[in-house]
């Protein structure tokens, strides 16, 4: 996004036992979309991005509907152009170096180096998720780190890459060969650059393509990260256990307190079991074992 783009946001306020609905049905409305935690107790922030003007009849309409499903009053939609600004430059500032155990995420425009010992990953803010500084990616670096401190893989596959930041981890860690993978191929490409800028391309390899699809139906992985989003970990858990090597080990991460009983329950179901759960700011990561 330039300076010179106009951006518009609309907010609703749903109840907690709302939010999916609410989301499924904005997410085609909007370019991007998060959620944060209300001030008032049971109530979630839904918030939209887009550069065009909002329809907000369109949108009341859309939101109408959801509500009456859910049985529930309508949330009113907050629409409003937010003011000019560049976002690059935005994005940089707000983006200082990052300590996440062993690893130091840095942008091309910090200066500062890690201490002796460390492990540095170059992630330039851009337009593929994961830089580190989301409680989800940090919370995956660390238990991939954690893993290490016991373990040697041989096979990691990373599912819905990104930046690619979790693949470059992992190739630094235990200098193999990594495959990851990503719907959008805007992001492989910002992947396979993150991976020259850090100096494992030779490691990695970046595919696009939905889930596992552009993973071969014979691979098999005794280490698959997926941090993706909650419903998303649920549909793929069938093939996700299928290509997970006996004993492998899975680190799912995109979702929240509120979602854990439900991707859980589909990865126990497959056969896997929860070994370690770590916390952030609400959102979770989980590690699992294929028995």
């Known amino acids: 996004m330039s300076e010179q783009d106009t951006l518009w946001r609309i907010a609703l306020s749903v109840p907690d036992a709302h939010v999916t609905a609410f989301e499924q049905a904005l997410e085609p409305l909007v370019e ?18 887009c550069t065009w003007e909002p329809d907000a009849g369109a949108i009341g309409a859309v939101m109408a509907g959801v509500a009456a499903d859910a049985g529930i009053d309508a949330p009113p939609p907050f629409i409003e152009e937010l003011a000019p600004r560049d976002w690059v430059a935005e994005n940089l500032k707000d983006f200082p170096p990052i300590d996440v ?35 989800t990616t940090s919370g995956c670096l660390r238990a991939i780190e954690d893993l290490a401190r016991r373990e040697t893989f041989t096979a990691p596959l990373d599912v819905g890459t990104g930046s690619g930041i979790l693949a470059i981890a992992m190739a630094k860690l235990w200098k193999i060969p990594v495959l990851g993978t990503d719907i959008d191929p805007i992001a492989v490409r910002v992947a396979r650059e993150n991976a020259v800028l850090n100096g494992v391309a030779g490691l990695t390899e970046f595919r696009a393509g939905a889930g596992f699809r552009p993973v071969s139906s014979r691979a098999r992985h005794d280490l698959i990260a997926a941090n993706i989003l909650a419903r998303p970990l649920v549909a793929l858990a069938p093939r996700l256990a299928r290509h ?11 979702l929240i307190r509120r979602d854990e009983r439900m991707v859980l329950a589909a990865y126990l179901a497959q056969g896997l079991k929860l070994e370690k759960r770590y916390m952030k700011d609400d959102w979770l990561v989980l590690v699992l074992r294929k028995r």
């Open 244 to 254: 997970l090597s006996p004993g492998g080990v899975a680190v799912l991460s995109g």
């Open 101 to 135: 155990g062993r690893f130091f995420i840095y942008a091309s425009h910090v200066e500062e180096r890690p201490l002796p010992g460390r492990i540095p990953m170059r992630i330039d803010p851009g337009t593929a998720f994961g830089t580190g500084s989301h409680a």
């Open 32 to 49: 991007s979309l998060m959620w944060t935690v209300d001030e008032r107790g049971g109530f979630q922030r839904v918030e939209g991005f």
